[in-house]
C-alpha cells in the first residue's frame, strides 16, 4: 500500500509539471501572437472579454481574465491610452463603470481575433478534436476539484 501511496503522489506531481510546461508553451505562443499587435496577453484577454460580451463592468472584465483588481485597473488604463477602450460611468451605480469597446478597438478586434484563433488552434493542434474535448472536460474537472479544496482551506482557517 505504502508504494501505491508514493507511486500516486508521483504521477500527480508528473501532471503537475506537465501540465505548467505545457501551459508555458501555449501561453508562449499566445503572447507572441499579441506581441504583433502590440498587447499583452492581459490586454488582449479585457479586448477579447469586451468583443464577445460587450461593455462589462469592470468587475466582471476581472473575473473573466483572472486579473486582480489593481491589475485591472492598470490594464484598461493601458487600454484606454491606445483608443481602444472607454470607461463608461454606471447608471445604476455612480461607484461603478463599464469598461467598452471603442470604435478604433472593435476594429483591432475585429481584424485580429481570427487570426488569434487560428494561431491558437495551431498550437493545440498536437491533439486532435475529440482529444481536445476530452482534455477540455478532463481540466475542467481537475479545476473545479482544486478549487474546492482551496475554498475548504479557506474557510477552515
Not at 508555458?24 to 490586454?43: N, Q, Y
Not at 491558437?120 to 478532463?138: F, K, N, Y
Request: charged share 25%; net charge positive.
Amino acid at each position: 500500500m505504502g508504494n501505491q501511496v508514493v507511486s500516486n503522489q508521483s504521477v500527480a506531481l508528473k501532471l503537475w509539471v506537465v501540465l505548467a510546461r505545457a501551459h508555458s508553451s501555449i501561453a508562449a505562443r499566445a503572447a507572441a501572437d499579441v506581441a504583433r499587435h502590440d498587447l499583452t496577453l492581459a490586454e488582449f484577454g479585457v479586448l477579447e472579454a469586451l468583443h464577445h460580451k460587450g461593455p462589462l463592468l469592470l468587475g466582471e472584465v476581472q473575473r473573466k481574465v483572472l486579473i486582480t483588481s489593481g491589475g485591472i485597473t492598470y490594464v484598461v488604463d493601458q487600454l484606454e491610452k491606445k483608443g481602444l477602450v472607454e470607461r463608461r460611468p454606471s447608471p445604476q451605480d455612480r461607484r461603478a463603470c463599464f469598461a467598452a469597446l471603442t470604435r478604433k478597438g472593435k476594429s483591432l478586434m475585429k481584424r485580429i481575433f481570427p487570426e488569434h484563433e487560428r494561431a491558437m488552434q495551431e498550437a493545440l493542434s498536437g491533439l486532435d478534436a475529440p482529444e481536445q474535448r476530452q482534455a477540455t472536460e478532463l481540466l475542467r474537472v481537475l479545476g473545479r476539484h482544486a478549487a474546492d479544496l482551496a475554498g475548504s482551506a479557506a474557510s477552515s482557517s
